[in-house]
C-alpha cells in the first residue's frame, strides 16, 4: 500500500495512511492564534484559547456542523431568542457574524444527518440545516417529540443520537430523593419511588420520526436523578452519562453526616448506560471515599450501610467528588490533538453550590483518557480559570460556568458558558 499524504490545510485534519493500520500526527493550529490571555483560562500544556464570541446568552449545550458554524441553545431568551448562531467568515477563530432564531428556551442540541436538533423543556424539535443567509429556516421546524413529562425542577432535555438514529432523551427526576415531602428532615423514601415510571431516567425515540409523544418512547436507562451530561460515543457506539446525585445528606441526616462528608458525597458518577440499565436512585448512590455503593438513608441506610438492592448495582466507570454538577460529556474522534486525547472523553464540570463549610468546587473541563471504551488513567483538568476567581463563595459569584461542549470539523473542542454566553474555541498549538 501506497504511503501519502493528505493535507487539508494547517488547521484541518492530517494523517498518514500506512499499511497496518493509521499514524495520527497532532496539527498545530498555525492559522489561528489564540488570545494572548486565552480568553482568561488556563490550559493544558500546548493548547491555547480562542474567544469565538461574548455576551450570546445564558448558553446550555452546543453543536457544530461541518462548515465550523456554532450552535448554541439558551436557558433564557436573548431579545426573545433562544438559538444563537455563530459563524466566522474571516478564519481568524473569532464570529463575525452572530444570528437568533426561535422563541422557546432549553438544553439540548444536537446534529444528526443534515438536521439540527433542539429540545425544550417537554418537546423535541429539528430543522434541515440551510446553506444559505440564514443557518436555520424557522418555518421549516418539524416536531420530533411532544409532552415529555415536565415539572419544574430538574425539567431540561438533554438529548443525544446514535448512527442508527436513535435519539436519547434524559427526563430528570424532579425531586431529590424521592420522600414522600420532598427535602424534608424526617420524611420516609417511597418505595417503589413512583417518580421512575416517568422521570429519573433516559428515554430512547426515533430521531427521523416526526410528532411523537411520550408513549412512543422506550425507557432505555432508570434510576439516573438527572443526567445534563448524555453523549453517544462513535468509537463504541454506546451510551454514556454522568447524573447529577442527591443532595442535603448534613441537613437532613445530620446523625449520619457532617457537613465536610456531605461537601463530597454522593460521588459525580461517569457511568455507560445500557437498555433496561438500573444505577440505583434514589435508593442507592455512588461513596468514593469508601468505594462501594450505599444505600441511602431515606431507604434505611445510614452512610454505611449497603444492602442486597445496592450490592447488585456495580460500580460506575469513575467517580468523582460530589457536586461538581457534570453537565457535558464529549468523546473526543478530532485528529488535531495529540494521540493520548484520541477517543478520550472530556467532561464540563459546571460549579457546585452544596460544598459548604468546603470550598465551593468544580467550573472546570477535565480529560478523562479512555481505550475500550473504559478509563485508561486517572483524569485531570484540561482548562480552569472560568469563574476567574482563586475561590467562589457561591455560583452567583463565578464570572463564567463551562457548560457545553462541541467538536469542530478541525477538532478544535468549543466550550460554552452559561453565565454570560461566552464561547471559547480550544486549538493545540505546540
Not at 9 to 33: D, E, F, W
Not at 186 to 191: A, E, Y
Amino acid at each position: 500500500m501506497k504511503l501519502f499524504n493528505t493535507i487539508l490545510s494547517k488547521t484541518v485534519l492530517c494523517s498518514v495512511l500506512l499499511y497496518g493500520g493509521m499514524i495520527h500526527r497532532p496539527i498545530q493550529a498555525q492559522s489561528l492564534n489564540p488570545d494572548a490571555d486565552n480568553g482568561g483560562l488556563k490550559l493544558a500544556s500546548g493548547f491555547g484559547a480562542i474567544v469565538v464570541a461574548e455576551q450570546t446568552g445564558k448558553a446550555r449545550h452546543i453543536a457544530v456542523d461541518k462548515t465550523g458554524r456554532v450552535f448554541i441553545k439558551l436557558k433564557k431568551l436573548q431579545k426573545g431568542k433562544g438559538i444563537v448562531v455563530l459563524q466566522d467568515k474571516n478564519g481568524d477563530g473569532k464570529a463575525d457574524e452572530i444570528k437568533s432564531y426561535e422563541n422557546y428556551i432549553g438544553t439540548g442540541m444536537a446534529i444528526y444527518q443534515q438536521y439540527l436538533y433542539a429540545s425544550s423543556d417537554s418537546s423535541v424539535y429539528r430543522y434541515p440545516l440551510e446553506d444559505g443567509e440564514n443557518a436555520i429556516d424557522e418555518k421549516k421546524r418539524e416536531v420530533v417529540i411532544v409532552k415529555l413529562p415536565y415539572r419544574p425542577e430538574h425539567e431540561t432535555k438533554s438529548i443525544t443520537i446514535d448512527a442508527s438514529g436513535k435519539l436519547y432523551v434524559n427526563i430528570g427526576a424532579p425531586s431529590n430523593a424521592c420522600q414522600v415531602q420532598d427535602r424534608t428532615k424526617g420524611s420516609p423514601g417511597q418505595d417503589p419511588c413512583p417518580l421512575l415510571d416517568s422521570f429519573a431516567g433516559v428515554w430512547q425515540f426515533d430521531a427521523q420520526k416526526l410528532n411523537q409523544r411520550f408513549s412512543d418512547g422506550t425507557r432505555f436507562s432508570t434510576g439516573l436523578r438527572n443526567c445534563v451530561a448524555l453523549e453517544w460515543d462513535s468509537h463504541t457506539n454506546q451510551v454514556y452519562a454522568l447524573p447529577h446525585g442527591r443532595d442535603q445528606l448534613n441537613t437532613l441526616y445530620p446523625q449520619y453526616f457532617t457537613d465536610e462528608q456531605n461537601a463530597e458525597l454522593p460521588s459525580e458518577e461517569f457511568v455507560q448506560l445500557t437498555k433496561d440499565g438500573d444505577y440505583g436512585w434514589p435508593y442507592c448512590y455512588y461513596d468514593h471515599i469508601q468505594g462501594k455503593r450505599i444505600q441511602a438513608p431515606e431507604y434505611g441506610g445510614d452512610g454505611k450501610k449497603t444492602g442486597t438492592r445496592c450490592e447488585a448495582i456495580g460500580a460506575p466507570l469513575m467517580a468523582f467528588p460530589g457536586h461538581w454538577a457534570p453537565n457535558d460529556l464529549l468523546f473526543y474522534h478530532g485528529n488535531q490533538f495529540p494521540e493520548r486525547y484520541k477517543n478520550g472523553a472530556f467532561i464540563a464540570f459546571h460549579g457546585s453550590w452544596n460544598r459548604a463549610p468546603l470550598k465551593q468546587a468544580g467550573y472546570f473541563v477535565a480529560f478523562v483518557p479512555m481505550k475500550d471504551g473504559k478509563p485508561s488513567g486517572n483524569w485531570e483538568v484540561f482548562a480552569e480559570g472560568f469563574a476567574g476567581g482563586p475561590e467562589i463563595k457561591s455560583p452567583k459569584d463565578a464570572k463564567h460556568r463551562p457548560m457545553g461542549l462541541a467538536e469542530g470539523p478541525d477538532g478544535s473542542l468549543y466550550i460554552s458558558d452559561s453565565v454570560q454566553g461566552t464561547v471559547w474555541r480550544i486549538i493545540y498549538i505546540k
